[in-house]
């Protein structure tokens, strides 16, 4: 990685940063509520409307940084988050019914996100040509990720202890740092000029083909980061609502108290990152372990488990949930040619965001309807995961 450490640097804000922007509100939530008067339904749709938008756009955002460059989409990308972030700003501090206006500053916000972090995979995959390389700076990008969900609550919980808006404030303030460091720091490796771009219909052709080709073990990765997203979110929105509702923890207290299994989460998806290199069989088995730790994890946290078994429990899947993460990332990437690599990893980014969107506000009708079965769902969740990519993950050694 030599050469590229700066480059690296940059690309690794862009989803610490992100993540901040849109994760350091799941603690503030329960505060929102109060503040202007809404249920945790509608304030788990501030999560998910960032989400849903993203979702259809981000294979768009691939394409385009296949066509027009990586750095042409990342950078107005971040443009636009910072304008949603504003708008959500404003309003939370000056309307005294914000909440519409705050879930328009989201969407707009969501718009951005989906040509910022999915379009930093390939990115990474183009600066390095050697597998072993490509994965460890991938398992690096999903440790900032990752490490971006450890600080959050804290930052969130700070942030809103201050004033309860601060967490949106924050959010063109983050966008505008991470512009300046992809500016300054990341150089894409210029493409030869004799390579001819393709037509769109020709894209849609090879894109095609490569579904066709790869449909089995490509449907079983975005599967899986889906179910992953999903059960990640959920039992974040539920473990920040009982830690104040059931156990009193508010302020900068509950920001730490949420972090502990997010720390476990980082630091699984650090060491996984850098042991995979180019092993596809032993990206398999780290996918089918994580999964079986987490599903193990998660039908043991109980309804009314103490805090210290609720932080045992959750750390332990957050362990299994990081273990898979950087693997499902570099099976996409490598498995996918450069020219279509954009595009590939962003349907599998779109997946991921599904995950992240459907994952609050689920949790939040469980919540209220079947509170007792809630871990256990996400356990058979991350079962059916498990028996996807033990059927559809066929690699071949490397």
Known sequence: MKGKKWDLFALAAIPLLMTLGNSMLIPVLPIIERKIEITSFQSSLIITI???IAIPLIPISGYLSDKLGRKKVIIPSLIIVGIGGAISAYAAWQMKNPFTVILIGRFIQGIGASGAFPVVIPTVGDMFKDEEEV???????????????????????????????LPFLAIPILSGLAIILVMILVKVPKEKKEEPKQSFKEFIHVIKDLLKENAKWLTSVFLAGCIFMFVLFGFLFHFSSILEDDFNILGYKKGLFLAIPLLFLCAASYIAGNKIGENKVLMKWMILIGSVVAVIAFFFVQGQDSLLSYFIFLSIAGVGIGVALPCLDAFVTEGIPKEERGTMT?????????????????????????????????????????????????????
């Open 50 to 52: 960032y989400s849903i």
């Open 135 to 165: 994965s460890k700076g991938l398992g690096i990008i999903e440790t900032s990720n990752t490490f971006g969900k450890v600080l959050s609550p804290i930052l969130g919980a700070l942030l809103a202890a201050l004033l309860w808006f």
């Open 346 to 398: 962003a349907v599998y980014s779109s997946m991921r965001f599904i995950g992240v969107a459907a994952g609050p506000p689920v949790a939040a009708l469980m919540m209220k309807s079947f509170p007792s079965i809630l871990y256990y769902t996400f356990a058979g969740l991350v079962l059916v995961s498990l028996i996807i990519s033990f059927l559809g993950i066929k690699p071949s050694k490397s």
